[in-house]
């Protein structure tokens, strides 16, 4: 394998990036793949030998692909650091138009090489994979298809703002992860000096910052953690946002996608897949499965590199691999843990079925049954290892396995004392000795309620998120609430738990935790009669 480090290359206004190639030790013209983002080139290469087990490998270290597996089947291998990262010259632009036209400059310097035989796809799961979905709506003529693992399509609600609450516990930490000295926050590209300063003011009095040293170091400081810092001037959806999320321009992308997520990835990538495949355009396959490890120096290429490498070899070789002959989806039904082929999403066969929240905690289909309520607060200052308080509901013991493959929604009947408050919803597979794991999840912040009719369906509420409506105190209201997709087989024996909380917490979620309320409110959940409350599941039949 030959390489060439620190290759610069020079963009439309000059600036110049840093890449690393890596290509056959032969003679001859090469398909190319390329791997961009602000992690890091060197860091890619980081040993597996070392700690092949280690977790502290998964933050950016292997998420480009694994170079030799490409390089030995014939493809060239570029690695670049974006503007601003990196051994790179120039501003980071965190994903924002200069960034997605420096990678169809990249392209088509790449293919312009004399080791480049002019085909040009993409690689890399994460950041690697959400830049290309952004770098295909720049339409590079060279970039002929694109092979997104795990990418968010939607910068504020998959990965910002779940639900309009806050994703502080992933940004808390993951500025830590990148190869970036100090930069100025981009939120002054989209508002005034004045503006902000007002907004940050605002911030400095609330209740969120006040309680928390982070946020107000975050605020007073904005270099420490810029995006952290556009994040909270910014609490709603609008432009910032909508420059950095694919779904605004998939109408530009007219090349093969071959859309590949993980069920794991719930917290951020998982509704990129779903997301693209309703709203693009274009020859496209979807497979949704899980790895072996979901941290670590092996995820996820040591598990589905083959399937990447059938894709391009099809694409950009133009060798007849069959998998454009397969059916178009493919997932993995856990419970059952096998892979099933599939036509559409979400699945034509499937029976949208209310489960009724009830009196004792039951869940279950048929009629709401009697009013009652379920009443909890949430504690703010919940000690560490205790568990958030909230109302539970599930199914009797299964009489026979029960599959949900699909979205899901929650359409929850609740009163609040207070102008706003988050909601947590979790459903978990409870097994007869009461353990129960994680499947999906979903969140929503009280005053982000407001529904977009045009946008949303029954099983997938849409909310705008551009305003917060204060809640009226103690008026029952309905609260459309999205959860994740999920296709999981419960087990006969096993029950369906729903949870309802006012929180996460750092000890349930090390990572997904969100800034949820910061005063204790009083949450009164109505079930039956005139208030019923549902969950909306999507039942295949056996």
């Given at each position: 394998m030959i390489e060439e480090k620190n290759r610069f290359v020079a963009m439309r206004d000059g600036v110049k990036l840093a890449c690393d190639v890596f290509r056959p030790d032969a003679p001859g013209k090469?398909?190319?793949?390329?791997?961009?983002s602000l992690y890091g080139k060197d860091v890619q290469k980081f040993s597996e030998v070392l700690r092949p087990l280690s977790p502290r490998h998964g933050n950016g270290g292997q998420e480009a692909g694994d170079t030799r597996f490409f390089v030995s089947r014939g493809y060239a291998h570029v690695i670049a650091d974006t503007r601003g990262a990196g051994d790179s010259q120039g501003?980071?632009?965190?994903?924002?138009?200069?960034?997605?036209e420096d990678g169809y400059d990249l392209i088509e310097w790449i293919a312009a090489q004399p080791w480049c035989d002019g085909n040009v796809g993409m690689l890399g799961m994460s950041y690697f994979a959400v830049v290309q979905n952004l770098v295909a709506s720049t339409q590079p003529p060279h970039l002929k298809a694109i092979a997104p693992y795990e990418a968010y399509t939607d910068r504020y609600r998959h990965s910002v703002y779940h639900g309009g609450v806050l994703n502080e516990g992933f940004f808390h930490q993951w500025w830590g992860h990148v190869s970036i000295g100090t930069m100025q926050p981009l939120i002054f590209n989209y508002l005034s000096k004045e503006e902000v300063a007002q907004r940050v003011a605002m911030l400095m009095q609330s209740q969120e910052v006040q309680d928390s040293p982070y946020l107000h170091i975050q605020l007073k400081y904005p270099e420490k953690n810029p995006l952290v810092f556009d994040f909270l001037v910014q609490p709603h959806d609008g432009p910032y946002y909508w420059e950095r999320s694919a779904y605004t321009k998939f109408d530009r992308i007219k090349i093969p996608v071959l859309l590949m997520a993980r069920w794991s990835g719930w917290p951020i990538h998982l509704a990129g897949a779903f997301q693209g495949w309703e709203g693009l355009d274009t020859t496209k396959k979807m497979m949704i499965m899980e790895t072996k490890e979901t941290t670590g120096p092996r995820r996820p290429w040591r598990d589905h590199q083959d399937i990447i490498l059938r894709w391009y070899d099809h694409w950009l070789k133009g060798n007849d691999t069959g998998m454009m002959k397969e059916p178009p989806i493919n997932i993995l039904v856990k419970g059952r843990n096998e892979y099933r082929d599939e036509y559409e999403w979400p699945l034509k066969?499937?029976?949208w079925t209310k489960y009724w929240l009830k009196s004792g905690g039951a869940l279950a289909p048929g009629e709401p049954g009697g009013a009652g309520t379920e009443v909890f607060s949430n504690d703010p200052y919940i000690m560490q290892g205790k568990p958030a308080p909230g109302a539970d509901f599930s199914t009797a013991q299964l009489d026979k396995d029960l599959e949900i493959t699909g979205p899901i929604a929650l359409y929850l009947a609740a009163a609040?004392?207070?102008?706003?408050?988050?909601?947590?919803?979790?459903?978990?597979?409870q097994s007869p000795d009461g353990s129960a794991r994680v499947v999906t999840k979903g969140w929503l912040r009280a005053s982000h309620r407001k529904l977009d009719a045009a946008r949303s369906k029954p099983y997938k509420p849409y909310h705008p998120h551009?305003?917060?409506?204060?809640?009226?105190?103690?008026?029952?209201?309905?609260?459309?609430?999205?959860?994740?997709?999920?296709?999981m087989v419960f087990m006969k024996g096993h029950r369906l738990l729903l949870e309802v909380r006012g929180q996460d917490t750092q000890t349930e979620d090390p990572i997904w935790y969100h800034l949820c309320s910061p005063v204790e409110t009083r949450h009164t959940v109505h079930y039956g009669g005139k208030h019923a409350s549902y969950l909306l599941l999507p039942v295949i039949p056996a």
């Open positions: 090469y398909p190319a793949l390329l791997s961009y501003v980071y632009n965190f994903q924002g138009k200069t960034e997605q066969r499937t029976q609040i004392d207070r102008p706003d408050a988050t909601w947590v919803v979790t459903i978990k597979d551009t305003e917060s409506e204060p809640v009226p105190l103690n008026e029952v209201i309905e609260y459309a609430i999205e959860i994740k997709e999920t296709s």
